[in-house]
């Protein structure tokens, strides 16, 4: 995709929570233009910088207003009404929406009333009960939402950021600073680059002679909010988001061993060098190198350090110093997924679905694109209210499903549904319809807030439901902005091990569910996974990087994710999972 439409996606996006903001509610017709402008923008054939105002008007989701001010940007580098949007609604004030129970009215309401405009003012006004005087607050208010921000980490001074909201920004600049002469290397490294859930913030480096062209470029970066400081390696900025983006320049022949160091974690580092003792060596950022000075060992890339520290090179995910080192040098290290090892997809909507933004053909025209085998259609069920599908509907899209199947002859086509697993643990449909399904995903999507013992037992109900094959985003989490359920895991993943019922690795940034502590006990207790990028639109497919970055931290061999193999195995397995 173009550098141009990722970034201009991202503006309209901040128009969008900004607007939000600004009006006070969540469903404002310009909120929701922006939003679909933003899904436009991203899907959109080619570079949205070669069109002109007139042609991304006639774009469906992008009206004229919008197309003025998407020409406006890729004219002059800026948004007069976004920037006067961020004026009045500074990023620290955005950060309250982040917290559950608090939209854009009460987020007005604080500041207005009590002058609160950040995490810390919040939780002093939780505190000393000034929030709960105001209107439509009240203690049970002021518990959930005390209980929120505790469980979110929101107010603590060492906060760290969501990868779903570091992720992004951070491969923009990286692909942005990747166009400037004289850059032979960038990548991000830290804490981002490992795939941990949460980063302090984001460290960029770049390999490249020409540091000051390099640093110039980077504050003109439409992302950068305020400079912290710039010297002539190395430039902390803050960005529009709230994220903190160090820059670090090194030599083109230094970046393998920059790479290493900056990528860490101190942990695994301090196992490297002292393997690089060990032989009478250092390192550091700029190379692997005898002591004193010495001649250079390695330096240019990572496999180069790696390899005359006798080591294989360790996949970035793994580099926590827990047990990765032992595992390479005797051979016992898991082969760990690529995105190119996944087969199919097995959680995908459709415009069917009320939140589905392409359709059926185009869905599946799009994964034969990517090479994949096969590919289920789950679109919701009946009892989600908002978007679910009833039984015609699902029997008219399985005819048009196999019609399309046949009439392509390129990819196996399964018929599935997303289902809800009910407060009690029952399902949509009734058994008989259910067994009429090629493939089931069965996930929470309410109740979130009940006792572990009853989640617990309406997740295993479900697990060992005859029809059902996997368990969509386990525990129901929303990084950043929900935590998942209580369950007793032992319980869960014993039933998924005796039944065959897969749990799903949901590719979602804002999911990325089961966590990687689920996925390391279900590996222990024999458990399938699934791989799936819960794709709402046809653009989203892309994210399966993510939840095989999430497999890859949590050092998942590939042999036991049923979606990397063959359809005719995986498909044997499913008549398996079905039969009991």
């Known amino acids: ?302 496999e180069d350090v790696y390899e005359a520290l006798e080591l294989p090179w360790i996949a970035p995910e793994q580099r926590e110093d827990g047990g990765e080192i032992e595992a390479a040098l005797d051979g016992s290290a898991p082969e760990l997924p690529v995105v190119e090892d996944l087969r199919g997809d097995l959680h995908d909507h459709t415009d069917l679905s009320g939140d589905g933004r392409d359709s059926l053909e185009d869905l599946v025209a799009a994964a034969v694109d990517r090479g994949l085998d096969y590919l289920a259609i789950t679109d919701h069920a009946e009892d989600l209210t908002i978007n679910g599908v009833s039984r015609e509907q699902m029997e008219e899209q399985r005819h048009a499903l196999r019609e399309l199947e046949q009439s392509r002859g390129d990819i196996r086509l399964f018929h599935g549904s997303e289902l809800n697993i009910g407060v009690d643990g029952s399902l949509d449909y009734d058994d008989d319809f259910l067994a009429g399904f090629d493939w089931l995903v069965a996930s929470v999507h309410s109740h979130f807030g009940r006792p572990v013992d009853e989640q617990t037992a309406r997740v295993v109900a479900a697990i060992r439901h005859p029809s059902v094959t996997a368990i969509g985003h386990l525990t129901a989490r929303m990084l950043g902005k929900r935590p998942g359920i209580d369950l007793d895991l032992e319980a869960v993943l014993d039933a998924a091990a005796e039944t065959g019922t897969a749990i799903e690795i949901n590719a979602s940034l804002r999911r990325l569910d089961a966590p990687v502590e689920v996925i390391r006990e279900g590996a222990r207790r024999g458990v399938t996974f699934v791989i799936s990028t819960d794709a709402h639109a046809v653009g989203e497919l892309e994210r399966a990087r993510f939840g095989v970055a999430q497999a890859r931290r949590a050092g998942l061999d590939r042999s036991v994710i049923a979606n990397t193999w063959s359809v005719e195995r995986f498909s044997d397995w499913v008549d398996e999972v079905r039969r009991g």
């Open 1 to 302: 995709m173009a550098t141009s439409n990722v970034e201009v996606a991202r503006l309209l996006k901040e128009l969008a929570t900004l607007t939000e903001l600004d009006e006070g509610s969540p469903n404002a017709f310009r909120v929701r233009a922006y939003q679909n402008a933003e899904r436009a923008v991203l899907t959109l054939d080619g570079d949205v910088a070669d069109r002109s105002a007139a042609d991304l008007a006639k774009v469906k989701g992008i009206g004229k207003s919008i197309a003025g001010r998407i020409r406006e940007y890729l004219d002059t580098g800026s948004i007069q009404r976004l920037d006067e949007l961020r004026e009045k609604h500074p990023t620290s004030k955005v950060d309250l929406m982040k917290v559950p129970g608090l939209g854009p009215k009460s987020v007005q309401l604080l500041q207005d009333e009590l002058g609160i405009t950040d995490m810390e003012g919040l939780a002093v006004g939780l505190e000393d009960g000034s929030v709960a005087q105001l209107p439509g607050m009240g203690e049970k208010t002021v518990a959930n939402l005390t209980e929120a921000i505790t469980k979110l980490g929101l107010t603590s001074k060492d906060q760290r950021i969501d990868i779903a909201d570091a992720l992004p920004p951070a491969e923009r600049i990286v692909a942005a600073l990747e166009e400037v002469e004289g850059v032979e290397q960038a990548a991000y490294a830290g804490s981002l680059r490992r795939f941990r859930e949460t980063i302090g913030d984001v460290d960029v480096l770049v390999g490249s002679d020409d540091p000051t062209a390099v640093t110039d470029a980077f504050l003109e970066l439409g992302e950068v909010d305020r400079v912290i400081g710039s010297g002539e390696t190395k430039t902390s900025v803050i960005t529009t988001d709230g994220l903190q983006v160090d820059l670090r320049i090194v030599p083109p022949t230094s970046f393998g061993a920059a790479l290493v160091y900056f990528t860490g974690s101190k942990a695994h580092n301090i196992r490297l060098r002292q393997r690089a003792i060990d032989r009478g060596w250092m390192l550091n950022e700029y190379a692997l190198a005898a002591k004193d000075g010495g001649d250079v060992v390695a330096s240019k890339t990572e």
